[in-house]
């Protein structure tokens, strides 16, 4: 499926017999199984000034915090003590919380349980890469966001989607297993931007995609961008599972708080096989604040969702193969468009 397929099909394929087709082919590709991978996001500090996230370093409506070290470890054992195979340790591109501490951090959780540790970190220098993967961390989690180079510059001052990506091919380099993804429903997106993701994805590799809808914060720019469409989301994560068969798609957190109850569901019926509930302790996880109302998704509502879809929790243990083409409870540490383009669902193609 080239680039010109997954567009049209993107526009034009009936959604229902897309995500049949998707789900047919994540049943023979990765089997029924759904992987549990929990988050630890053990800061809100952030350097950048990305126009949709609260995180966002001219943010002064936000409480921030960083966990202690202590604290992290202590939530990712916790996180392994419950049987889930992978934890996610996600903040802020936080340059301010040292390299080697997070490099203690890997060693010490390794040390003491049976545990994949993903890094989501954003862009670091990359001698910390190095040393994080020396000691011990098996995956790096960074989203490229958009694949139009243009909306990425004006949607992140002062970076480039080409250090983005020269990032994600470095981490590969070094033995990474590699997490990409992107936003669906950015203010200035095109349905060709969206065909240009897919096509990335499986360009770069990955090993993991995560594509879920806008969501706007209030103490952004874009707090009054409309949210991304679900049907657009589902046909994306579709699109993904047929363009990259074993590739492991997340049923995410913004699709979930989209739509409370059933996106996480109806993603699992696209393709999905992975749900990440977040093991954040509850002091700090109000201030982890991307977008607004996001759903809290634990281990007891992703196992339902699971069972709900009539498949089965599997411990993640084993790497998938990556999606190729050809070459062409803590106590919380404070411190310190083109809009009209989403009213349809079935997209329109500029």
Not at 61 to 70: F, G, H, L
Not at 91 to 111: F, M, N, Q, V
Not at 227 to 240: E, M, T
Request: hydrophobic letters at 40%; one cysteine or more.
């Amino acid at each position: 499926m080239n680039r010109q397929d997954i567009l049209a099909r993107l526009t034009e394929a009936p959604l229902d017999e897309l995500l049949a087709e998707a789900d047919v082919v994540r049943s023979k590709s990765v089997g029924d199984g759904v992987y549990l991978r929990g988050i630890v996001e053990f800061s809100n500090h952030c350097v950048r000034n990305c126009l949709y996230c609260g995180l966002r370093r001219a943010n002064t409506d936000i409480t921030r915090y960083r966990m202690t070290p202590d604290e992290v470890v202590a939530a990712a054992l916790r996180t392994a003590s419950l049987g889930v195979g992978t934890v996610v340790l996600q903040s802020g591109d936080d340059l301010d919380y040292p390299a080697g501490s997070i490099a203690d951090i890997i060693a010490r959780i390794k040390d003491q349980a049976d545990i994949k540790v993903t890094l989501s970190l954003g862009e670091r220098p990359f001698p910390d890469y190095e040393l994080w993967r020396d000691v011990g961390a098996d995956r790096y989690l960074m989203k490229h966001e958009t694949a139009d180079a243009a909306l990425y510059d004006r949607l992140h001052p002062g970076k480039h989607l080409k250090e983005r990506l020269a990032a994600l091919r470095y981490l590969k380099e070094l033995g990474y297993e590699i997490g990409s993804g992107f936003i669906v429903g950015l203010p200035g997106q095109s349905a060709q931007t969206l065909a240009d993701d897919i096509a990335l994805v499986r360009e770069l590799g990955v090993d993991m995609c995560g594509a879920g809808p806008f969501l706007p914060q209030a103490d952004t720019p874009l707090s009054s961008a409309p949210h991304g469409d679900k049907d657009i989301s589902l046909r994306v994560v579709a699109l993904l599972r047929l363009a990259c068969p074993t590739i492991n798609l997340p049923a995410t957190t913004a699709l979930a708080s989209l739509d409370p109850g059933r996106g996480q569901l109806l993603a699992l019926r696209a393709g999905a096989n992975v749900i990440m509930p977040n093991f954040t302790p509850s002091a700090c996880r109000e201030h982890y604040r991307i977008y607004d109302h996001k759903e809290a998704v634990g281990l007891k509502s992703a196992t339902a969702v699971i069972r709900q879809a009539g498949r089965t929790r599997i411990r993640d243990g084993g790497l998938n193969k990556p999606c190729t083409m050809p070459r062409k409870d803590f106590a919380c540490t404070s411190a310190s468009s083109d809009a009209a383009m989403w009213a349809n669902p079935r997209l329109s193609t500029p």
